[in-house]
């Protein structure tokens, strides 16, 4: 992208169910610590933190301050510019040097600047641009709607960085809980290992049914391994997104899922991402540019500048001047200039801020079809994710209630071995879907807020009475 030839304004575009439990099972960390030294954080606190010591938190912060300033600068050019400057000169030779011994000249020329040895000025300078064609108000608009589109980029990146670390924070409640489901399924296993090995003592039960649960049992094995393996990677993505180092301990106290079987629905139809901080970032963007093109444009018209200068000089015979050596001079100047031909640089240079606003308000119609399609999306996806949630609604109950009673027909001879272990795996499976639904829609609720730029209206309502998902989106 072209650079435009006024600093302010390019530097500104540029700058453009788990509960005590969870909680208490960390990740061993690499060293042991102290149990003072774990940090316990809610989801809340922990969205806090991320926006406040994460490092794209701070970056997107940094980024609005390097806007601000430019607008400082951009403001600058239509402020006095007064300068103080001292200056000693030195003459080790002059062609004047000669009249120092002549009686009528010599006293003239030894104190001023033509043969004087040692000479001493101090001076300030005051310009003042009078008019400049609308250059100077057009640099300024453009930085402030370029500060303006910096600050929406800063909290779109905080939104987005909010949303990855509740994404983030779910996840590891919900590796969590599969680990708990894959450790209770291992218990099993072998509880009922230890049953079968029992009555295969008491001839009860053949060498068959002994090996299928020591099959049963070992298979088991390396699934609670690779969910114990997924809830530390887990936590260990969470950590980082909290600027946390990778062995703090680390409990979390939000439990995954629901509280007293309340799910929170939506009692009105969500935003159309009109609120967006992308949009305004985008249309602010518009902005800056036409007032980079009027920038350009005003090139083309002349400019005038105001100066005045207060100097006191000083030529002392010694090297160091006294109070009284000084005299005062002051001057005062107007100058007018006009670009009458400069090689047809000022229309290139509009041509191509033309293009410019061109390309900026084609991105600004992407990104509000981009918005459209993310909210639409989000709303296909929290209907999905809630029809999910109400079908699997009290199938891991279910399943619970088909095993004990495979267990109990199992024991008393009415079912096989291989019956039991379907039911373990059917409820396991179960308990991890019904898992995964509460996440799913969680995350689901959290991208559809993200992408609509405003907070939902949500209202609790009992799982049991909800079956279908609830056609407040329908309107769009």
Not at 34 to 55: C, G, H, I, N, Q
Not at 143 to 167: C, F, G, I, K, P
Request: aromatic residues 6%; proline residues 5%.
């Amino acid at each position: 992208m072209r650079s435009l030839p006024y600093i302010p304004l390019v530097a500104a575009l540029l700058a453009a169910p788990c509960t005590a439990a969870f909680a208490a099972a960390s990740p061993p960390a690499a060293t042991p610590a102290a149990a003072s030294d774990t940090l316990r954080l809610t989801l809340d606190d922990a969205v806090r933190r991320a926006l406040t010591f994460a490092p794209d938190a701070r970056v997107a912060r940094a980024a609005e301050g390097i806007a601000d300033g430019q607008v400082l600068e951009a403001m600058s050019a239509a402020l006095p510019q007064i300068t103080g400057t001292v200056i000693y000169d030195r003459k080790f030779a002059s062609p004047f040097q000669s009249l120092s011994g002549d009686a009528l000249f010599g006293p003239i020329f030894a104190h001023s600047s033509f043969a004087a040895v040692h000479n001493w000025t101090a001076e300030v300078t005051a310009t003042q641009t009078l008019w400049s064609g609308g250059r100077i108000g057009a640099g300024l608009a453009g930085a402030r709607h370029a500060r303006s589109a910096a600050r929406a980029t800063r909290d779109e990146s905080l939104a987005d960085l909010a949303l990855q670390v509740r994404a983030a924070y779910l996840e590891a409640a919900y590796a969590h809980d599969v680990q708990v489901i894959a450790e209770d399924a291992l218990a099993q296993a072998r509880a009922h290992l230890e049953q079968v090995t029992l009555f295969r003592r008491q001839g009860s039960r053949s060498e068959y049914d002994l090996l299928q649960a020591q099959v049963d049992a070992a298979n088991q094995e390396p699934q609670t391994v690779g969910a114990r393996n997924a809830a530390e990677q887990a936590m260990l993505q969470l950590r980082r997104l909290l600027d946390l180092p990778l062995d703090r301990p680390l409990a979390l106290l939000t439990p995954l899922a629901f509280e007293d079987g309340q799910v929170p629905v939506l009692t009105a139809p969500s935003g159309d991402g009109a609120k967006r901080p992308a949009l305004r970032g985008a249309e602010d963007m518009v902005q800056a540019r036409r007032q980079a093109l009027r920038y350009e444009s005003a090139g083309r018209w002349p400019s005038l500048v105001a100066s005045g200068t207060m100097a006191h000089q000083a030529y002392p015979t010694d090297w160091f001047p006294k109070r009284h050596d000084f005299v005062a001079a002051v001057d005062g100047s107007i100058q007018l200039q006009w670009p009458l031909f400069q090689g047809f640089r000022t229309f290139g240079t509009m041509q191509q801020a033309t293009a410019e606003l061109r390309q900026a308000e084609a991105e600004r119609d992407r990104t509000r079809e981009g918005v459209a399609l993310e909210v639409e999306q989000a709303r296909q996806e929290v209907q999905r994710a809630l029809a999910t949630l109400v079908a699997r609604r009290g199938t891991a109950a279910l399943a619970q209630r088909a095993h004990y009673l495979a267990t109990v027909r199992w024991r008393n001879g009415l079912s096989t071995q291989l019956e039991v272990s379907d039911a373990r795996l059917q409820m396991q499976t179960a308990e991890v879907n019904e898992v995964a639904a509460v996440k799913d829609y969680r995350l689901a609720l959290l991208q559809l807020e993200r992408v609509t730029g405003q907070p939902l209206a949500l209202a609790s309502r009992s799982l049991d009475a909800l079956t279908t998902p609830p056609s407040t989106e329908g309107a769009h």
